[in-house]
């Protein structure tokens, strides 16, 4: 079995090492149990340096960083996110010493020994003691909890506690909206929506000797007061709708069947291109969404004058470069339709594909999303979909021994014929990835305006979605009806184009997703990994070089010099997001 300890820590630099090694003392002598431990930190007051320093001695420890404030509830969001695939258990608690990390194995086996979804860990239950809280705290949560009872009918008696314990399944059903405090209440009501069971069981509370308290009163009572909304249906006057998983529904519900989006940063032709090809499919009410990101080649103005252009396309500016993950979530979380097609720039969708994609959906209501089945320009298939990566599949990337095997008749012909339905994988790639929009809606939010996750610049954030859907029970498969023309590697702009992906980039994005959904460990052997591809790569590149016609030599100097880069970059100590692409 393995357990996460999740931990929001927001300026609690005094706190978070005497919290931090009674915890590990605690969870070593939780025998047969594995365990990872994430801190969501927030500020500038040196918790993140605390928590680093501590770290490299523990390697499943793991700190996820912003120094903007984004609220309790938004930091939960971020760690439930990253947490492993294979954990089991999800505690969570404050980072002030309020709750005693020594009482987990006691939680952790009540909730596993009972066939319940979620524990509290309770202040108001026979058996528990509560030390030193301000008068305030315990009217207003008081106050809290009866009108909880009222309005829900939860029959809990401590609705506000934030130490608890998960089982991993039942977060999948937990969607909840609230950035601040009142997503502990919230959870409670969404869990009692989705038929989960709860089960409280005493803690000891004491109130904390370090730093400050985050919970003023008016701000505190202002987001528990959130929570009428769910009651009845709207919002107080005065009171701003929240961040909130902006897959709910965003423009009501006359809303087209289905959506395309395109990012694009200098790739005015193959964009023209990809508008034309989808321009051709014949489904009535097609939404298409271009996203130009700071191109400087006059994509928007090439656009403009095209019989392309309004009301066919809806054209989203960035001024700025962003990056394709942030432009990508810019037009998935402003698209309106059922179904969501995030569409590289170089490519083309071909004839009858847009329609043979909705009826995959049409014919499989658990299918949360679909992959179409690239192939290059001179009609040779590309990898479209697969297995979640395994160490082996990371060596292999990274040497291409997969690709000159490829070449070899006998390994075609070993080859599994591909089908004629839609063949189930752990995910596929971005170039063509269609979404669900109800599937998205059923995970958990993140910070941002769409689906994926912005700490990846360019790789990886296609994997990191498929596979959250997987975990909350949806199905992904590549549909072989739905062709697309990939020019790969040609979306990335004046950066990269051809056939080969930037290495660079797609070697340190992976190794931020092994990071984020396997631990430090398997991160470390991930770079392994990939470290020994590479070289072996290097290797056999440089025996081939003395062969290679003049004609191409300037071609493979600069891929092997690519390759040389990418190395050096994974051995740079970095297993926290690497720096957005701007």
Known sequence: ??????????????????????????????????????????????????????????????????????????????????????????????????HQPEEIPRLVASLASSGDDILIGSRWVTGASVSGTPLWKLTLSWIVGFLMTCLFGLRVHDKTSGFRVYRRAALAHLPFERDNFAFLPEILVLARRAGLSLREEPIAFTYR?????????????????????????????????????????????????????????????????????????????????????????GTAEALADSPLHQPAVRLLRNEQLQGFTRAANRGLGAARGEILLLLNSDTEVAPGGLATLLAAFAADP????????????????????????????????????????????????????AGTGPRPVDWVTGAALALRRTALASLPSLVTPGPLDEAFRFYG????????????????????????????????????AGR?????????????????????RFAARATWAIRLGASLRLAARRLARPFVPPAERATFAAETAAFERALRAILEPALAPPPPLV
Request: one cysteine or more.
């Open 209 to 297: 000797v370090h730093g400050q308290s985050k919970m003023g009163l008016l701000t505190t009572s202002a987001s528990y007061l959130s929570l009428l909304r769910t009651a009845f249906g709207r919002r107080p006057e005065g009171h701003a709708e929240p961040p909130r998983n902006r897959m709910n529904d965003p423009a009501g519900t006359d809303r087209p069947r289905l959506s395309v989006v395109v990012p694009t940063h200098d790739t005015r032709e193959l964009t023209l291109a990809c508008l034309a090809a989808l321009s051709r499919q014949e489904i009535p009410g097609l939404e298409i969404i271009l996203v130009d990101d700071g191109s400087s080649d």
């Open 461 to 496: 954030q296609d994997l990191d979605l498929c596979l959250r859907l997987t975990a909350g029970g949806w199905r992904v498969a590549v549909v072989p009806g739905f062709r697309v023309l990939h020019h790969h590697g040609a979306t990335i702009g004046r950066q990269g």
């Open 366 to 417: 658990g299918l949360g999303a679909a992959g179409g089945a690239l192939y290059y320009p001179d009609g040779q298939p590309q990898w479209s979909g697969g297995p979640t990566p395994s160490l082996l599949w990371l060596f292999g990337l990274a040497s291409g021994l997969p690709a000159w095997l490829g070449r070899l008749p006998l390994y075609r012909r070993l080859r599994p014929p």
């Open 1 to 98: 079995m393995k357990l996460a300890v999740v931990i929001a820590a927001y300026d609690e630099r005094e706190n978070v090492a005497p919290l931090t090694r009674r915890l590990y003392a605690t969870l070593a002598g939780m025998a047969g149990w594995e365990h990872e431990v994430l801190f969501v930190v927030e500020g500038q007051d040196g918790t993140r340096e605390a928590l680093e320093e501590m770290g490299r001695e523990l390697p499943s420890l793991k700190v996820l960083y912003r120094a903007a404030p984004g609220g309790l509830g938004a930091a939960f969001r971020r760690g439930f996110a990253a947490v492993s695939r294979d954990v089991d258990f999800v505690v969570t608690l404050d980072a002030d010493l309020n």
């Open 500 to 520: 080969r992906q930037p290495p660079d980039l797609l070697w340190t994005d992976l190794l931020y997703w092994a990071g984020k959904a396997r631990g430090a």
